[in-house]
Every structure is written in structure tokens, then in C-alpha cells.
């Protein structure tokens, strides 16, 4: 029999309307889930164990670090085949990104969650534990990297990503797509993510911010960066990589400072590159920023949130920048 321990952090799925507040609020822990995989999969032993309680926009670096380090520790004993993350769908993307950053073990290890709360009559909520469990216990998910599980669909924790507020079938991949599916019961892969990269890391930096740009923006949001201790800097720039010349002069001040900056794309899809001249992206190349591929800026907020503290000198962290943004 297969041994999956369940992480539970909270989240709509482990929420439940309050009539006295009028609001929904986390109000059950992972066991709820243990009763429920007894029955429905009685060939996987389903082990609870409860790491916070709290909707994922309460959730800090520090703590995602610490979720990171429990997810190691669970997957460190041999008698754990696998792991699922129960996490709020607001910043699952980020923790299972992180956690696929962190975490070199084949063992898989899944993170699933919910739109609708645990006592609503169409939860979604017990079906994407249920599929999270059966890919966590199964040998085709093994060396796949962290996984995010939802309306059956299996996506690459670097490519998921939330694309709908309050809709069930929220979480897609862009224009990578799907790894693959649960259909009746059965675990289905149709490829293998191949850019991944994996960090040992004892702590991250959680000093990185990430800045937006829109039209006509100036570079108050960078030096604010700097000045209240920054050690990196994303910005989400337009199109390609380019940004307008105020806050290209800001990024050299930044970069004068010490401060490590990237940049990637404020579009839903697509890479930057160093194409256009002035504050296009061949400027910002010339300046020394590191060009992040197709990452979303909250996950490349995470890479550099990792590089910065993995120990190694320039030129390997922007080889390492590099390799995780292919």
C-alpha cells in the first residue's frame, strides 16, 4: 500500500461559511481529507499532517520557506511515497513554484486546492484532493517535479497559474499546456517538463520585490525598492522587456546600488528579449539586467529569490538566472 502524507495549510478548500460573520473562514484541518481517501481509495493510506491554517494571501516568503522545509522533512522518511499540499488557490502558484525550486526528490509531491468552500454543495474541493492523491501515489508522477492538481487537469508547478477568480477549472499552463489528466481513476502523463532547476538552498532572500509597469509610469516604485534594503528587483516590463526611460535610469540607480535586477513580461505569455534600443530591452541588457524568459514576474520574483541566497558567486547566479528561464 502506497503512504501519501497530506500538508494541509488551509485555504478555501479547508473553508466554511459563517453565518454570524457573513464571510467564509478556514475552519477544518488535513483530517477531514484522511476520512475521505479511506473511503474512496482504500489502496493509499492517507497521513495528516497540519502545517497553518490560513487563506494563502496571509501567507508570507518566510512562511512558503518554512511549507518548503516540512514538504523535505515528510518526503525524507521511506515509508512517505508521496506529498499533497492542501493551499489556498491566491498564491498556490508561488508555493508550488518555490517548492519545485527547493525540493530534488523524485518522490512526487502535489498541491491541490479549492474555489468553492468545503460545506458548499458544489464544492470542487474533495474531487481535487482525490486526484491529487491518486498522482501523488503513482509511479508515473515520480521525477515530474512539484505538480499543481485541479478539475483533473495536471500542470508543471513552473507553468501553472491561475487564470480565473472564482471559476472551478482556474488553474492552466498558458501556452505550455496540461502534463496531463486523471480520467476514471486512471493517472494519465502525455509529456515530461524539461526545463526545471534545482536549488539546495538553507534560506531564500526574501528581500526581492517586483514592480509593474503601465503607461507613463515613472521609477518612484525602484528607488523605494532600494531605499527600504531591496537586494532584487523584478519588473514585470512591457511586451518584450522594454520600459520607459525614467524607470530605466531608475534600474542603473539600482544596479549602481548593488541591487540584482530582472525582467520579464507584463503579458500573459511570450519571452522577453533584448531587442529594442534606448529603454527597450537592448538597453536594459547593456545596463547589466538579467533577462527571465517566460516566466511570470511572481515567479521569477521567486527564482531570484533563491539565486540570491544559493551561495554562488555573479557569474554562476546568472548562469543559474538563466538556465531556470530557458
Known amino acids: 500500500m502506497k503512504k501519501v502524507v497530506l500538508v494541509a495549510t488551509g485555504g478555501t478548500i479547508a473553508s466554511r ?9 478556514v475552519g477544518s484541518t488535513g ?33 512558503a520557506f518554512d511549507l518548503v522545509k516540512t514538504i523535505r522533512a515528510e518526503l525524507a522518511r521511506t515509508d512517505v511515497d508521496g506529498v499533497v499540499v492542501t493551499h489556498g488557490t491566491d498564491t498556490l502558484e508561488e508555493s508550488a513554484y518555490l517548492a519545485d525550486l527547493l525540493i530534488g526528490s523524485a518522490k512526487p509531491v502535489v498541491f491541490t486546492g479549492a474555489q468553492l468552500a468545503a460545506d458548499d454543495p458544489e464544492s470542487d ?12 501515489a503513482s509511479e508515473e508522477a515520480r521525477g515530474m517535479g512539484v ?6 487537469e495536471i500542470h508543471a508547478a513552473r507553468d501553472a497559474t491561475k487564470t480565473h477568480a472564482s471559476r472551478v477549472g482556474t488553474f492552466g499552463s498558458m501556452e505550455h499546456g496540461k502534463l496531463g489528466e486523471i480520467d476514471l481513476g486512471r493517472v494519465i502523463f ?11 538552498n538553507s534560506e531564500i532572500e526574501v528581500n526581492v520585490d517586483l514592480v509593474k509597469l503601465a503607461m ?40 549602481a546600488a548593488g541591487v540584482t535586477v530582472a525582467v520579464t513580461t507584463r503579458c500573459p505569455s511570450g519571452r522577453v528579449a533584448p531587442i529594442y534600443t534606448g529603454s527597450g530591452g ?27 541566497a544559493s551561495g554562488l558567486d555573479e ?11 530557458a
Request: include cysteine.
Open 31 to 63: 483530517s477531514a481529507f484522511v476520512d475521505l481517501a479511506r473511503h474512496r481509495l482504500p489502496d493509499v493510506e492517507v497521513e495528516a499532517a497540519d502545517f497553518a491554517a490560513v487563506g494563502s494571501y496571509m501567507l508570507t516568503l518566510p512562511m
Open 216 to 255: 507613463g509610469l515613472d521609477a518612484r516604485f525602484i528607488d523605494c525598492s532600494v531605499a527600504s534594503g531591496a537586494k532584487g528587483i523584478v519588473i514585470e516590463a512591457f511586451g518584450r522587456g522594454n520600459v520607459t526611460p525614467e524607470v530605466l535610469k531608475g534600474i542603473e540607480r539600482a544596479l
Open 315 to 325: 557569474k554562476a547566479r546568472a548562469e543559474a538566472l538563466a538556465a531556470a528561464s
Open 147 to 152: 505538480l499543481v492538481v485541479f478539475e483533473q
Open 190 to 200: 502525455h509529456r515530461r517538463p524539461l526545463v526545471a532547476s534545482r536549488f539546495d
Open 125 to 136: 474541493g474533495p474531487r481535487n484532493f482525490l486526484s491529487a492523491v491518486m498522482v501523488a
Open 282 to 308: 537592448a538597453g536594459l541588457e547593456r545596463a547589466g539586467v538579467h533577462f527571465l524568459g517566460d516566466l511570470s514576474g511572481i515567479k521569477a520574483r521567486l527564482l531570484l529569490a533563491v539565486v540570491l
Open 17 to 25: 461559511y459563517d453565518a454570524g460573520r457573513g464571510d467564509v473562514g
